[in-house]
T-cell receptor
Framework: DAEITQSPRHKITETGRQVTLACHQT?????MFWYRQDLGHGLRLIHY???????NKGEVSDGYSVSRSNTEDLPLTLESAASSQTSVYFC???????????FGPGTRLTVL | GQQVMQIPQYQHVQEGEDFTTYCNSS?????IQWYKQRPGGHPVFLIQ?????EVKKQKRLTFQFGEAKKNSSLHITATQTTDVGTYFC?????????????FGAGTQVVVTP
């Protein structure tokens, strides 16, 4: 079955380290998104991509980067992790022109 | 940009009771979507509304889009413990028709047996 996966599911890192969170979808969706979820803030968009080699900044993009080298993957990199980036991160994908957005299971990141 | 406010932020419901959660915008929306996130889980798409005054039902859930397309509601009848979770509304930003969703902060629902 087609799906969207994230890895790792849990990660503990130290301040200043570079961290990469993986997102992989098998639906061949053009659109992919990264969100972070914090209490009281709901889902905030970090970065998004509408296709291979296309990347765009969302509302909370500082300190994060993404790259899209193929349709299936959109890895999220924290260049130098900060404690403020402790959060749950969700990847999502959506077929262009369709209603439903599918979310991955999430990655819980703790920055000490 | 546009923002949507969800009210209430937190809802405590007795099993069997009805409740309603609201999603309000200061500007007209072209569409509204609702998602449910179970505790420890990920958001799952429930429905999309696009027409003024539109009403859609999914079993005990009734979704409505306001006549002015500035608000939406989700009404749950005879609440069950399976309704526990956080309900998010979101909309496709009109400046970007390819699919960027803006979400509200969510309504967290707790159900007491």
């Amino acid at each position: 079955d087609a799906e969207i996966t994230q890895s790792p599911r849990h990660k503990i890192t130290e301040t200043g380290r570079q961290v990469t969170l993986a997102c992989h979808q098998t639906w061949n969706h053009n659109n992919m998104f990264w969100y972070r979820q914090d209490l009281g803030h709901g889902l905030r968009l970090i970065h998004y991509s509408y296709g291979v080699h296309d990347t765009n900044k969302g509302e909370v993009s500082d300190g994060y980067s993404v790259s899209r080298s193929n349709t299936e993957d959109l890895p999220l990199t924290l260049e130098s992790a900060a404690s403020s980036q402790t959060s749950v991160y969700f990847c999502a994908s959506r077929k262009r022109g369709q209603d439903t957005q599918y979310f991955g299971p999430g990655t819980r990141l703790t920055v000490l | 940009g546009q923002q949507v406010m969800q009210i209430p932020q937190y809802q405590h419901v007795q099993e069997g009771e009805d409740f309603t959660t609201y999603c309000n915008s200061s500007t007209t929306l072209s569409n509204i979507q609702w998602y449910k996130q179970r505790p420890g889980g990920h958001p799952v798409f429930l429905i999309q509304l696009v027409k003024s005054g539109e009403v859609k039902k999914q079993k005990r859930l009734t979704f409505q889009f306001g006549e002015a397309k500035k608000n939406s509601s989700l009404h749950i009848t005879a609440t069950q413990t399976t309704d526990v979770g956080t309900y998010f509304c979101g909309y496709l930003m009109t400046t970007d028709s390819w699919g960027k969703l803006q979400f509200g902060a969510g309504t967290q629902v707790v159900v007491t047996p």
